[in-house]
């Protein structure tokens, strides 16, 4: 029987969508489900909500629930990891203390003066995950969804390189769709490859029947001045590639745009936006506690059901991963998480080398890794001066702060997150 686990299985939005896809897969109905969260009422809602999920199916996994972390662990095949150390209380924090500043931010969950501290926040607990994988779990999987990815995926490949970790997201693909859709092509019928670093890779080849479909993009954007209007959209008129992160993550990652009152005006970009998405979680929450209908449909568009499916059944795929760079991509630093095509089988993963990116796109994805880097050094040394010297390294920060104002804001994080951070950086 195969043993899945979810950390932070309160995260009951993405626990559903990730069930429903699992015992969609009638080799995977069977399986030994065990969730796991520290707040005992998100815990109980996820349960409810794997019941549901598996009747709907006609599925018969067996499904525990606990509070006990380590429990939850022993023996697992597979560990889909979703926490998020603080919960909304702390987004709050990594929004409202910038804003004071006058720093914009808009998803801050990747880089950024968000993505730094989310990520401190974070890498102790992954440390106490790794640290029971070894003993309880030595040969599953971790599948990380939790952000700041590369950070995260980075900060385990230091602390734990026995580990087998894979850094999951659906940006590309969605991305993809997107893109498909604007110039009517089917999804179904194109093949593309992209690499770079999480939220911040490069469609390199999107093709149909052999054709390349970036001139027909060129076509739609010509013919809708409104598309110009989108940062991914102007992030691809001058740089060649397109983005494979929505508008609202990529702004933030460069120094262009949110410093600047014309550029959000004429970009239409959110500020703040990641506390309206948030607010709207908690509502779904919320509704999907009381009872609320959930939709049930087999979606196969999230990567980890898809890995699970794989390596059990030995059925082949080619997803993207997040993993450290290892020789497959030869202008980002080595060592760092980078974000690359993978091919999945029973004989395991195989991320694609995929040589030098174009020079001007590592160039724009370097500045990203110098923050992650920074960052978790941070942790591991325990250094305060290199969370205050990744956040002056940073794109938007650096762009829209002076040197003292960061340094400013960096100390008034540290305060506000108090004891969420390690005890070497408070």
Aim: aromatic content about 8%; glycine content about 8%; proline content about 6%.
């Amino acid at each position: 029987m195969t043993t899945i686990v979810f950390l932070g299985a309160g995260s009951v939005v993405f626990t559903r969508e990730l069930l429903t896809d699992i015992l969609g897969f009638p080799e995977l109905a069977g399986s030994r489900i065990v969730l796991h969260d520290i707040d005992p009422e998100r815990l109980a809602t996820a349960a409810a909500l794997a019941a549901r999920i598996a009747d709907a199916h006609g599925a018969r996994p067996s499904v525990t629930a606990t509070l006990d972390r380590r429990a939850a662990l022993d023996g697992a095949d597979f560990v889909v990891n979703a926490i998020q150390v603080g919960m909304y209380a702390a987004t709050r924090v990594d929004f409202d203390v910038p804003a004071r500043f006058g720093l914009r931010q808009t998803i801050g969950d990747t880089i950024g003066v968000g993505g730094i501290f989310r990520g401190l926040r974070t890498f102790s607990v992954l440390a106490g995950i790794a640290a029971d994988m070894a003993a309880l779990c030595p040969d599953a999987w971790l599948l990380n969804y939790t952000n700041p990815m590369a950070m995260n995926v980075t900060y385990l490949a230091r602390v734990a390189p026995m580990l087998k970790v894979l850094g999951l997201c659906h940006s590309v693909h969605w991305t993809v769709r997107g893109l498909c859709h604007l110039v009517g092509a089917p999804f179904e019928e194109v093949s593309y490859a992209s690499a770079g670093v999480n939220h911040q890779a490069w469609i390199l080849r999107w093709e149909r029947d052999g054709t390349d479909l970036y001139p027909a993009l060129d076509a739609a954007v010509a013919a809708a001045p409104e598309l110009r209007r989108r940062v991914r959209v102007d992030l691809y008129r001058r740089l060649g590639y397109y983005p494979t992160e929505t508008s609202e993550h990529s702004a933030e990652y460069v120094p262009w745009y949110l410093r600047h009152d014309g550029e959000v005006e004429r970009l239409r970009i959110p500020v703040g936006e990641y506390l309206r998405v948030s607010e709207a979680n908690l509502a779904e929450y919320a509704a999907l506690r009381d009872g609320a209908p959930i939709p049930l449909e087999k979606d196969t568009t999230e990567y980890a059901p898809q890995v699970i499916h794989s390596l059990v059944t030995g059925a082949p795929r080619r997803i993207v991963v997040n993993v450290a760079n290892d020789g497959l991509i030869d202008n980002l630093p080595a060592g760092f998480a980078v974000e690359v095509p993978a091919v999945v089988d029973g004989a395991g993963v195989r991320p694609e080398p995929m040589g030098a990116l174009p020079p001007q796109l590592a160039a724009v994805n370097r500045p990203y890794v110098s923050v992650g880097e920074l960052t978790v050094a941070a942790a591991l040394e325990g250094d305060p001066r290199l969370v205050r010297q990744a956040a002056m390294v940073d794109p938007n920060t650096g762009a829209s702060l002076t040197v003292d104002a960061i340094w400013e804001l960096c100390d008034a994080l540290t305060a506000a997150h108090g004891d969420l951070l390690p005890a070497g950086l408070r």
